[in-house]
């Protein structure tokens, strides 16, 4: 039993190039939000206070996307560094394979199943 590595290299790739949009994307969209200063030397209303609250908490938002992203390039990149390596597709704490349709469905996982169900009840107590 062998796994395609150049299979899933590919869909790493292509997973990467989205991640990659999607932060350049976040990027663009909190620069064109520096409107913030305009806002603050207006804010002397109670209105104008409501709309800059909603500014923030969509800027915090994007930063808390942002990091989820950045989180995934890391995982992506180690999964890419694991192919390399020839470690790739197996569970870093069972040592088994992590099995084909998990893979797929998630390129950069570093658990089985089993593994990652067990985890998270225990992250749940
Ligand atoms: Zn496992």
Redesign the pocket.
Known sequence: MSIDFSYYRELLLEKKREVEDNLKSIKETSSSNSELGLIGELSSSDDHLAEYASIVYEHESALTVEKILKDMLKQIDAALKRIEDGTYGI??????P?GEKRLKAIPYAT??V???SLKEKSARK
């Open positions: 569970c870093e704490v069972c040592k088994k992590i658990m089985c089993h593994c990652k």
